[in-house]
């Protein structure tokens, strides 16, 4: 009797969307090989694989997993002539994971391949999916048929036994799902594929020691020796080690699929790495094309020019007030949750509005669920930590939490008699989470609270700044979310989503005992959507998105002053107090339609209706945005919008006491063009253009002239809806793929932003105005698990208001300056290098990983304001930081 | 309260403490004399009433030019609406002096030529708060006069014509000559409270000398000293503040601002109710080319918490 080996691999995933491309459009052919090319991905999927011509298609979310297999049966004639072959397939499986079609791609001749079809169609595979939802995809198989003639097997005396293991990841303790198991040589090997839990068992075995090896596409090779006991069944648990790691992948998209103006995918693997980022992939947000670099470096999302607040950003769908701790620290959410994160510069779709800036959406990843994991991260400011594991049937949680020191380390560092910190600056922030996948995949259930706490206090014994006696200072912003998130696939055509929340902000500031400012809100939100697939090239999404909040707020502060007014130091006499509670009505309903025409082509529509009843407004939006795909590896895109939001409460502009309630909505239309192309397999570039007009901004008034009539109360507000923008500008993005060993991108923005010049007429360049951004990022991998990266940053300076001249203010005991033309010089440019260096250490259960990140290593001295003496007659800069190597250590499992 | 994000300003100050260090070395200092400066100024009555006046004046010093000046005063009226939109504080103006008088010295509306010299005298409408009604709070929260001295490091002759005062101020403008200028707010309210008194300075004392050592204190060079200021207890007045929002019962804080023509002064301005007190050094031997004279002075600004102000003036003499 002749015993046959079969071996079939698994190779070359390529995923499609719905409706499936050409053939010619397929990725490359597997290797010969039994592992993996590098540059093909074959474990969790990047969201843009190393497939050019996908880059700019919908994006492979999950790869199938093979779930019940069926040995080919090896062709007698085949036997009879001593031949073995191996057999390509291509095989289509539907988006329930079955098999609709098989091709053979390379043939072996009739035998094999029909031998290999027919075992190939009675293979199930867990459903690929697609951003996201469940999708049919393509795939291409290896079918390997091997002859080996029998030698004669002697009978063995006594019983046999049997030998069953388990194939773990290590230091991420993941199970190795597909990997193929061969114990034994030569004739006697036999050969198993581990499940989904990573286990594979052999029965009947021949008591003694046998060889085994394991070999997967992610994972070294692997070796080991096991003995076999008569009756007995060996049990093993193997620590593999990962070519790549990377443990959880959170996608960076530069604008949502479909409609993508700029788009920027990065794995968590390559977040982590970036130098002077600290692993925070919403700073990563700071270093894309669009987005300007603020003074220290502080975490100010000036997006196009916009003002920050323009910017909104997302968590889950739900709005939070602050990205990051005391300006730019770390992110309020600890990003190592994120699956995706996308970033839109501009011309976003009708689903968001109350923007006329850019918008940053993270969506949470579902808590692990294959078993107890988590890590601690301590470096020189902060501690966090994050626990996760599954919880009963389907449900998995996580907790998480960060907290920093700064306020233990802080007065040992600045031991100064002016200065004394009642409290001192201290930040942490939380998240709990409890998640449910339903057992067909098709529901998804969560419960996220999460919150954030800043807060900073100081005395200064000796302050005589303020004549009134005012020595202390007080800030705090806090927030808190309770969301719930519900989505369900009804079918291929209809699925829907929502998600509401609770939620707290406070954010209070205090000068002295009686001028303070708190504010209070509690938002409560909700958006629910449906989407509609209409026919093949048609789909539709139709939703609203509800907003309530009750306002508290409990101000004692001078009024703005007007633009050109010099203030009176004397506070206490124009001291206004307000107690205003507001319930803020923010209703908003938007339908968005994708066709595609014909091949290549797409067409996204969208209209977008928002009421506001505090300044009683409402306005209608509209969104427009084109692509065409040509050549397989161009895309031409373009887009067009109308963008409104309120005005700034927050900063008082609509309250009743210190601003107009009158206010207008701020409006921006905004325009761009794009071509992406894809040059290779890894590298990519995408370029484009942009125009943005805004009209109805508030601006701060100006004060009476010399013929003021004095007699009259001049109601004139601080603000008025008169200001009005222009930004254009070109961003460039040349990105190199993370493949075994490098990644890396080029990006690089030129831009021009004006805003109404108050005091002069016409335009005059915006603060925000940074005319040349580049950013130059690469990582490298080097053997024994050693990583190093650089960062590079130019931007043109800072603009800055000169001084032409001073008065002395003789109550106030200081010089007053007297400025020139807003914003009419510029600083020097700014330019740092940042390294970061890696070194991790795998052990079985757990890795442990050092790092050391040096922030400017030049050591250049880069002006981020002008800074001036007692009478503003000499000027010189405050620098940002100087060198700075932070240490880093953490452990995770 | 300029407009700022909350997250920005507190990062803002953290950056601001952290990176001291990361600021080019700053050589000038506010305690030192060494140009043509304004010290104080001061309104006697410190506060007015509707009808009353006041005598305002200046310390200047010039050191060590002591060239002749000129002292311009001009005054604005008060706003009984108290809304800070007087010419007398509106920047553009003030870049722009001759905005304030044109070539011919014509002053613009709501300004009035006060007079030259060393002290000049603002006078309040008496019906300044006559469009509020008779119990209305602005009466009681008051307003501000406004006071701008333009002082001028050239003399200009005894009797000038407008036209010549106009090209005075044209030349300050144009940077020809030094100049500074300075603004003064006197506080205008109805009351039936005690008015605001100037602070007292009784004396100047300095650590390790008797306080009846005559003028000039003899200083020896190399050596630091500790000064301080004698305030009389009634210089430290009660009063009841009235806002918008109410009354509150105080009690005045006062700050002392310390100038010198010579030496180092550490921690020259402070609250007099803490324990801060500036310390002088004088310059040894070496040094003392940065002051040629051992004849040297010192001056003393106190401010209250209500807009009075006083100062006094030490000379010292350096002794090896």
């Known amino acids: 009797m002749k015993a046959l080996s079969v071996w079939v691999g698994l190779f070359g995933l390529s995923a499609f969307a719905n409706p499936l491309p050409p053939a010619e459009a397929m990725a490359e052919p597997p290797l010969p090989s039994q592992s993996t090319p590098p540059e093909e991905a074959s474990g969790p999927p990047q969201a843009t694989s190393e497939q050019p011509q996908e880059a700019s298609l919908p ?11 069926a040995p080919a049966t090896f062709p007698l004639e085949m036997e009879a002539e001593q031949k073995s072959g191996t057999v390509i397939l291509e095989l289509e499986i539907d988006a329930e994971g079955g098999v609709r079609k098989v091709v053979v791609l390379e043939s072996a001749g009739p035998a094999f391949d029909k031998a290999a079809v027919d075992a190939a169609w009675k293979y199930r595979f867990s459903p690929a999916e697609v951003d996201g939802k469940p999708a049919p995809v393509r795939i291409h198989y290896r079918s390997e048929f091997f002859f080996r003639p029998q030698a004669e097997t002697r009978p063995i005396a006594g019983p046999m036994g049997a030998f069953s293991g388990e194939l773990v990841e290590r230091g991420t303790r993941a199970p190795i799902a597909q990997a193929l198991v061969v114990l034994g040589e030569g004739e006697n090997a036999q050969e198993a594929f581990s499940d989904e839990e990573g286990r594979f068992s052999f029965a009947q075995l021949s008591p003694g020691t046998w060889k085994l ?36 992948q959170t996608t960076v998209r530069g604008t949502r699929d479909k409609r993508e103006v700029s788009q920027v995918s990065l794995q968590q693997e390559e977040i982590r790495l970036i130098p002077g980022t600290q692993g925070d992939a919403f700073k990563v947000v700071l270093n894309l094309p669009g987005v300007a670099r603020s003074a220290f470096s502080m975490g100010m999302l000036v997006v196009r020019g916009s003002r920050p607040n323009d910017t909104r950003v997302y968590i889950d769908d739900v709005h939070i007030p602050l990205l990051f701790h005391f300006g730019g620290l770390y992110s309020t959410v600890n990003s190592s949750l994120l699956e995706r994160l996308d970033f839109e510069p501009g ?38 930590v994050l626990l996760e594991g599954p919880v009963g049937k389907g449900w998995s949680v996580l907790a998480s939490g960060r907290r920093s020191y700064i306020d233990a380390l802080l007065p040992l560092v600045m031991k100064s008699d002016a200065l004394k910190f009642t409290v001192a600056p201290r930040y942490y922030d939380y998240q709990l989470r409890a998640e449910h996948l339903s057992e067909d995949k098709k529901s998804r259930f969560f419960v996220f609270f999460f919150g954030s706490d800043d807060k900073i206090e100081l005395l200064m014994p000796n302050a005589t700044a303020d004549l009134e006696g005012r020595n202390s200072f007080g800030n705090a912003i806090r927030f808190g979310r309770l969301a719930v998130g519900w989505e369900r696939r009804f079918s291929n055509q209809l699925s829907f989503k929502t998600r509401s929340s609770l939620g707290y902000d406070v954010m209070q500031i205090a000068l002295g005992d009686d001028m303070f400012m708190k504010g209070t809100q509690y938002p409560i939100t909700t958006r629910n959507e449906f989407g509609f697939t209409l026919s093949e090239r048609t789909t539709l999404r139709v939703g609203a998105d ?67 009843s505090h300044i009683n407004k409402a306005w209608v939006d509209f969104r427009l945005a084109l692509s065409h795909t040509f050549a397989d590896r161009f895309k031409l895109k373009g887009a067009v919008g109308l963008f409104h939001q309120p005005p700034d409460y927050i900063n ?33 570039l995408d370029i484009q253009v942009y125009a943005k007009n805004g009209f109805n901004i508030a601006r701060q008034t100006l004060g009476g002239n010399s013929q003021a009539d004095l007699s009259v109360d001049d109601s004139t507000k601080p603000w008025a809806s008169f200001g009005s923008s222009r930004a254009q500008g070109m961003e460039l993005l040349l990105r190199h793929q993370l493949t075994d060993r490098f990644f890396g ?122 800074n001036y003496n007692y009478d503003y007659s000499k000027r010189t800069y405050i620098s940002g930081l100087p060198i700075l190597p932070t240490l880093g250590i953490r452990g995770e499992f | 309260m300029p407009n700022f994000s909350l997250p920005r300003l507190l990062h803002a100050l953290l950056a601001a403490l952290l990176l001291t260090a990361c600021m080019e070395e700053d050589t000038s200092h506010a305690w030192k004399l060494d140009r043509l400066r304004v010290l104080g100024m001061s309104a006697k009555p410190a506060a007015l009433q509707p009808g009353e006046t006041a005598e305002v004046s200046v310390l200047v010093t010039d050191e060590p030019l002591n060239r002749p000046t000129t002292l311009l005063w001009l005054g604005c009226l008060p706003d009984p609406h108290n809304l800070n939109r007087s010419p007398c504080a509106d920047s553009e103006i003030l870049k722009n002096p001759a905005l304030l008088m044109d070539a011919q010295g014509n002053m613009a509306e709501n300004i009035h030529f006060l007079g030259m010299g060393s002290t000049a005298f603002y006078s309040v409408a008496e019906n300044l708060f006559s469009i509020f009604p008779a119990e209305h709070p602005q009466r009681k929260i008051g307003t501000v006069g406004m006071v701008l001295l333009l002082v001028v490091a050239e003399a200009l002759p005894e009797e000038p014509a407008l036209r010549d005062i106009a090209l005075l101020v044209q030349r300050a403008q144009n940077k020809q000559v030094d100049s500074q200028i300075t603004l003064f707010r006197i506080p205008v309210r109805e009351s039936d409270e005690p008015a605001n008194n100037n602070p007292l300075i009784s004396t100047m004392t300095v650590e390790g000398l008797a306080e009846d050592t005559p003028s000039p204190l003899p200083l020896k060079q190399g050596q630091q000293y500790v000064l301080n200021l004698v305030v009389p207890e009634e210089s430290f007045e009660d009063y009841i503040e009235i806002t918008s929002i109410g009354s509150t019962p105080k009690t005045e804080l006062l700050f002392a601002s310390f100038f010198s023509t010579c030496g180092e002064l550490e921690d020259s301005e402070f ?36 807009g009075g102000q006083t100062w006094y003036e030490q000379p010292f003499v350096i002794i090896p």
Request: glycine share 6%; aromatic share 12%; net charge positive.
């Open chain 1, 546 to 612: 509800f907003s309530l909040k009750p306002i508290s707020a409990n101000v004692q502060f001078i009024s703005f002053p007007k633009f050109n007014q010099i203030p009176d130091p004397m506070f206490s006499r124009q001291l206004i107090s307000a107690k205003e509670n507001y319930f803020f009505f923010e209703p908003a309903a938007y339908a968005e339609v994708q066709h595609t025409p014909f091949k290549g082509f797409q067409v996204v529509g969208g209209l977008r209706a928002d009421y506001n």
């Open chain 1, 652 to 684: 008082g502009q609509t309250s009743i006491a210190f601003g107009d309630v009158n206010l207008k909505p701020e409006g921006s239309v905004q325009t761009s063009l794009g071509l992406e192309v894809s040059l290779t397999k890894a590298l990519s």
């Open chain 1, 347 to 384: 011309n976003f779709g009708a689903a968001y509005g109350r923007s006329t800036g850019g918008l940053v959406k993270g969506n949470i990843r579902p808590p692990a669920s294959d078993g107890l994991h988590g890590y601690v991260d301590i470096n020189l400011i902060d501690t966090s």
């Open chain 1, 213 to 248: 090896s394991v070999s997967s596409a992610e994972h070294e090779l692997f070796s080991a020796e096991e003995t076999i006991l008569p009756g007995e069944r060996t049990q093993a648990r193997y620590f593999i080690l990962k070519k790549t790691y990377g443990a959880f």
């Open chain 1, 745 to 866: 991108w080029i990006a690089y923005s030129l831009s021009r932003t004006e805003v109404t010049d108050v005091l002069y007429g016409g335009y005059r360049r915006s603060s925000f105005d940074q005319p040349h951004n580049l950013i130059v990022v690469a990582s490298y991998k080097l053997p024994w698990n050693f990583i190093v990266g650089g960062k590079l940053r130019y931007t043109s300076g800072a603009l800055t208001t000169p001084v032409v001249d001073t008065i002395f203010d003789a109550n106030g005991n200081y010089y007053y300056p007297l400025n020139g033309r807003p914003n009419s010089v510029r600083l020097p440019d700014f330019f740092q290098l940042d390294i970061r260096i890696d070194k991790r250490f795998v052990f079985k259960q757990w890795m442990l990983s050092l790092y050391v990140d040096i922030q400017n290593v030049t050591n250049r001295k880069n002006p981020e304001v002008a």
């Open chain 2, 271 to 306: 609250n007099l109710a803490t324990s801060v007190r500036p310390k002088l050094r004088v310059p040894q031997e070496k040094e003392m080319e940065a002051c040629p004279s051992p004849l040297q002075k010192l001056f003393a600004v106190v401010r209250d918490t209500r």
């Open chain 1, 59 to 69: 994006q492979l979310s999950k790869s199938p997993v093979l779930l019940e297999s």
